[in-house]
């Protein structure tokens, strides 16, 4: 089952991968899928927006060995985490901008987990029973000013630099999933869960230790190796099965 948000009211809608799609009565974040009521049926061709608009955005930085090895990383000892800022957020379909502080923006395909509700200090059960689903994202990277700062977040936090949708896929079988990236058409990046040091229920038991996890958080998994460059006319697209394709164009700031 798929759960869309679309605009321009930022509803939800249920659909599946025939493209039908039906307005979501109920809250998703309160109400299990067996509960739902759905309302009147949508041209499936409605603008998509961002799945889900988090509170927080929290990421794993080295979470593939090939990505810690191309950057010249240590391999990390725990996960490292960092907070990405709720503005970056687009939707499928909207540009990235590139902007004038950086020299070196780089994709970074990733699988998203949406929690559905509060974490804090969890087992793996529970943080498993948190998950309402996972869906695509770009976490989109500044990596010159990534090398320069102590920190990340600067370097993922412009506007526009994490890209969402098209859907939140609810109740996944969380690993068995593979992200593929292209750019311009061509992969560049693939890989599966059990490629991860950390898999998704460690990183949100670890995260939830530290911080308390919210409904429509949002869990940014980690990039596999093959990141590269992204210049103005690019267009990027982040695909998992199941989920669907997220596709957004690239352009320079200069062009606004």
Same mark, same amino acid.
């Given at each position: 089952?798929?759960?869309?948000?679309?605009?321009?009211?930022?509803?939800?809608?249920?659909?599946?991968?025939?493209?039908?799609?039906?307005?979501?009565?109920?809250?998703?974040?309160?109400?299990?899928?067996?509960?739902?009521?759905?309302?009147?049926?949508?041209?499936?061709?409605?603008?998509?927006?961002?799945?889900?608009?988090?509170?927080?955005?929290?990421?794993?930085?080295?979470?593939?060995?090939?990505?810690?090895?191309?950057?010249?990383?240590?391999?990390?000892?725990?996960?490292?985490?960092?907070?990405?800022?709720p503005s970056s957020i687009v939707g499928p379909k909207a540009p990235i901008i590139l902007p004038p502080e950086s020299q070196?923006?780089?994709?970074?395909?990733?699988?998203?987990?949406?929690?559905?509700?509060?974490?804090?200090?969890?087992?793996?059960?529970?943080?498993?029973?948190?998950?309402?689903?996972?869906?695509?994202?770009?976490?989109?990277?500044?990596?010159?000013?990534?090398?320069? $700062?102590?920190?990340?977040?600067?370097?993922?936090?412009?506007?526009?630099?994490?890209?969402?949708?098209?859907?939140?896929?609810? $109740?996944?079988?969380?690993?068995?999933?593979?992200?593929?990236?292209?750019?311009?058409?061509?992969?560049?990046?693939?890989?599966?869960?059990?490629?991860?040091?950390?898999?998704?229920?460690?990183?949100?038991?670890?995260?939830?230790?530290?911080?308390?996890?919210?409904?429509?958080?949002?869990?940014?998994?980690?990039?596999?190796?093959?990141?590269?460059?992204?210049?103005?006319?690019?267009?990027?697209?982040?695909?998992?099965?199941?989920?669907?394709?997220?596709?957004?164009?690239?352009?320079?700031?200069?062009?606004?």
């Open positions: 089952m798929l759960l869309y948000r679309i605009g321009p009211e930022g509803f939800y809608a249920v659909g599946d991968e025939s493209g039908d799609l039906r307005v979501l009565h109920s809250d998703p974040f309160e109400v299990r899928p067996g509960g739902w009521e759905l309302g009147r049926a949508i041209e499936s061709s409605t603008g998509l927006l961002a799945p889900v608009l988090p509170g927080k955005i929290v990421g794993c930085g080295r979470n593939y060995r090939e990505h810690v090895e191309e950057l010249e990383n240590p391999l990390p000892e725990e996960p490292v985490i960092f907070l990405k800022s070196q923006v780089e994709f970074e395909g990733e699988i998203a987990v949406v929690l559905r509700h509060r974490l804090r200090r969890a087992s793996e059960d529970e943080a498993r029973a948190a998950i309402l689903g996972v869906t695509c994202a770009n976490d989109v990277t500044a990596r010159d000013l990534q090398r320069r $700062d102590a920190t990340f977040a600067r370097a993922k936090s412009f506007d526009s630099f994490c890209p969402l949708g098209p859907a939140i896929r609810v $109740d996944p079988e969380i690993e068995g999933l593979e992200v593929i990236t292209r750019v311009n058409g061509e992969e560049r990046q693939r890989a599966k869960t059990a490629a991860m040091t950390w898999g998704p229920i460690e990183l949100l038991v670890y995260a939830s230790r530290m911080m308390t996890l919210e409904a429509g958080d949002l869990l940014l998994t980690g990039t596999p190796g093959g990141v590269g460059r992204l210049t103005d006319g690019d267009s990027v697209e982040v695909d998992i099965a199941g989920v669907g394709v997220l596709s957004n164009p690239v352009e320079d700031w200069r062009r606004g």
